[in-house]
């Protein structure tokens, strides 16, 4: 625990510093400032800032899970499609450009670009024709790949917030880890 960082964060009135090693309450010597803080509201706001940057830290790695592609079968078998913002707008671009109209009732085809996995392995980005249907289904698995990083991260989050018993061991032990299962790439 960095009580100096703690003390700064949650008591910026509170003047001290650390002696020995600086990490229990002991090791501070008040220099001055109020209301000097009791080892237990020090306790409290270190448990409280590790919280809150695990959770940016979760945060984090649920916002890189979520660009770095997802898997669709729209074209019959596994293809990986890019999904950083621009990319999202790009599939969705590409959903409406095929959709039926009174004009067009069968909808139309566009090209979108795509990366094929074979054998587990990622291959190189091609663009392949879609149809409306198939785009449809790349929209709907990228919705549903989104919905599924964003709600475990909320879970996470509301674990966090509302398990009062953790550890300092216990929130460094909760990671992210994610990617996508069997993909080489």
């Not at 650390?18 to 409290?44: F, I, K, N």
């Not at 950083?84 to 409406?96: E, M, P, R």
């Not at 990366?115 to 990622?122: E, F, S």
């Not at 024709?129 to 790349?138: E, I, P, S, T, Y």
Request: aromatic content about 6%; hydrophobic content about 40%.
């Amino acid at each position: 625990m960095d009580l100096m960082t703690v003390l700064a964060k949650n008591f910026p009135n509170v003047i001290a510093h650390v002696t020995g090693a600086g990490a229990s309450y002991t090791d501070l010597v008040w220099e001055g400032g109020s209301p000097l803080p009791t080892e237990e509201q020090l306790l409290e706001a270190h448990v409280k800032d590790h919280k809150e940057n695990k959770i940016l830290e979760l945060s984090n790695a649920c916002a890189q899970d979520i660009i770095s592609g997802f898997i669709s079968t729209a074209l019959g078998t596994e293809h990986m499609y890019d999904s950083d913002a621009v990319d999202q707008l790009n599939i969705v671009g590409s959903y409406v450009a095929t959709t039926p109209d009174a004009n067009n009732p069968q909808g139309s085809q566009t090209y979108h670009a795509t990366r094929p996995i074979i054998n587990g392995v990622l291959q190189m980005k091609e663009y392949k024709l879609h149809d409306n249907v198939q785009m449809k289904k790349v929209v709907l698995d990228g919705v549903a790949f989104k919905l599924a990083k964003l709600t475990r991260f909320n879970t996470m989050r509301n674990d966090l917030l509302t398990n009062t018993e953790r550890t300092d061991a216990q929130i460094d032990a909760i990671t992210w880890k994610d990617g996508i299962p069997g993909v080489v790439v």
